[in-house]
């Protein structure tokens, strides 16, 4: 089964990027691209869902549906 967390991605002034959720306690990701840094959060988020009862927070995520919306971030 799929859920979607909605991260916040925002660039810190070392040029690095810092991934957090306000759906998932405790996600804190940081990564020297924006693609590095979505995995790490993906990696991360997975692993505090194994290590949370899942049917205790399910209630807080949406389901996945087939289509979505994508905030596509183009730096010009």
């Known amino acids: 089964m799929e859920k979607k967390i ?3 991605i925002e660039k810190l002034p070392e040029g690095y990027y810092l991934a957090t959720s306000d759906n998932l306690q405790g996600l804190v990701a940081q990564g ?9 959060a993906r990696d ?12 205790n927070i399910k209630d807080k995520f949406s389901s996945f549906n087939d ?7 183009i730096g010009l």
């Open 67 to 73: 289509s979505f919306d994508y905030p596509l971030v």
């Open 6 to 8: 909605n991260i916040h």
């Open 44 to 55: 991360i988020a997975k692993k505090i869902l194994e290590a949370q009862s899942f049917e």
């Open 32 to 40: 020297r691209t924006i693609e590095e840094t979505i995995e790490i």
